[in-house]
């Protein structure tokens, strides 16, 4: 296997991080056209959300299974683990943002004012918040992985970062699920 070398790992991350990020708050922000992307089905738009909330759910099931995997030393049952977490995160954002750009934005809330103000916005900005915070934690933790044999990991601080990415995309995803009851179970 070929390693990302060492020296740029900093820099890889800070470069896929700005990049990831610039075009996840482009999409958010309306700055990418409905016409850069293909059209779909109305069918396909209203299935995106009910696809993501399963992905979600199989997220927090890898992301659980490699962690303890890890802290049983089977470390490639981790790596398998952390490597399909990291999959499924690329899959929910990339159908979330695709149905973001091709209905023009977010879908607004159908619930009362209150349960607006007071649950859902403060759970949204949570699960918001942790998501672009695990986005350098998960680049640097999957990065070391790749610049370095297994048993150089262990002098590294892939471990700690990896537990924070985890525990944060643990809590992220979770809340994405409540976010996805409030807008298409309760209301």
């Given at each position: 296997?070929?390693?990302?070398p060492?020296?740029?790992?900093n820099?890889l991350t800070a470069?896929?991080?700005?990049?990831?990020l610039?075009v996840?708050?482009?999409?958010?922000?309306?700055?990418?056209p409905?016409?850069?992307v293909p059209?779909?089905?109305?069918v396909?738009?209203?299935?995106?959300?009910?696809v993501?909330?399963v992905?979600?759910?199989?997220?927090?099931g890898?992301?659980?299974?490699g962690?303890r995997a890890?802290?049983?030393?089977?470390?490639e049952?981790h790596?398998?683990a952390?490597?399909?977490?990291?999959?499924?995160?690329?899959?929910f954002?990339?159908f979330?943002?695709y149905?973001l750009?091709a209905?023009g934005?977010?879908?607004?809330?159908?619930g009362?004012?209150a349960?607006?103000?007071?649950v859902?916005?403060?759970v949204?900005?949570?699960?918001?918040?942790?998501?672009?915070?695990?986005v350098p934690?998960?680049?640097?933790?999957?990065?070391?992985a790749?610049s370095?044999?297994?048993e150089?990991l262990?002098?590294?601080s892939?471990a700690?970062v990896?537990r924070?990415?985890?525990s944060?995309?643990l809590?992220s995803?979770s809340?994405?699920?409540?976010?996805?009851?409030?807008l298409?179970a309760v209301?």
């Amino acid at each position: 296997m070929e390693y990302v070398p060492r020296e740029r790992v900093n820099v890889l991350t800070a470069v896929l991080s700005i990049v990831s990020l610039a075009v996840v708050f482009a999409a958010a922000g309306g700055r990418i056209p409905a016409s850069a992307v293909p059209t779909v089905p109305q069918v396909v738009l209203d299935a995106i959300p009910h696809v993501n909330v399963v992905i979600s759910a199989t997220a927090i099931g890898t992301i659980t299974i490699g962690w303890r995997a890890i802290r049983r030393g089977n470390v490639e049952r981790h790596r398998v683990a952390m490597v399909a977490s990291f999959g499924l995160f690329v899959a929910f954002l990339t159908f979330y943002l695709y149905r973001l750009v091709a209905t023009g934005g977010p879908q607004p809330f159908p619930g009362p004012d209150a349960v607006y103000q007071f649950v859902y916005l403060p759970v949204l900005a949570i699960h918001i918040l942790l998501a672009v915070i695990c986005v350098p934690l998960v680049y640097y933790a999957l990065l070391l992985a790749t610049s370095r044999p297994i048993e150089e990991l262990y002098h590294t601080s892939h471990a700690r970062v990896g537990r924070l990415a985890a525990s944060l995309w643990l809590i992220s995803f979770s809340l994405g699920i409540v976010v996805y009851v409030l807008l298409h179970a309760v209301y």
